[in-house]
């Protein structure tokens, strides 16, 4: 199982990005999936989680200005950034919780993407 993200950069103070991340494999089912954000010399912290009846929560700092949203049918989830501040520069990592298939049964793994960097700068 792989996430793959995609849509990081620069953005400018006040602007917009949109982040996309496809997860791949043996894939029997997709529950939640999330970005978290880690800046230098910081945690790691959760920025937004959707469930995969699309239920979503957010962290403080981004409500009102992110957007979660996932296809289930295409395995992906994205995160539209607006109103962009500089304190939102960070790499940012996709998470999905995945039911993939052992033998004949089946087994719930954590996956990572491997990050993408949104740099926010005039």
């Known amino acids: 199982v792989q996430l793959v993200e995609s849509g990081g950069g620069l953005g400018q103070p006040g602007g917009s990005l949109r982040l996309s991340c496809a997860a791949s494999?043996?894939?029997?089912?997709?529950?939640?999936m999330a970005w978290y954000r880690q800046a230098p010399g910081r945690e790691r912290e959760l920025v937004a989680v959707i469930t995969s009846g699309g239920s979503s929560t957010y962290a403080d700092s981004v409500k009102g200005r992110f957007a979660i949203s996932r296809d289930n049918a295409k395995n992906t989830v994205f995160l539209q950034m607006n109103s962009l501040k500089p304190e939102d520069t960070a790499v940012y990592f996709c998470?999905?919780?995945?039911?993939?298939?052992?033998?004949?049964?089946?087994?719930?793994?954590?996956?990572w993407g491997q990050g993408t960097q949104v740099t926010v700068s005039s």
């Open positions: 494999g043996s894939i029997r089912r997709v529950n939640s």
């Open positions: 998470n999905a919780e995945i039911v993939v298939p052992v033998y004949d049964d089946s087994e719930t793994v954590v996956a």
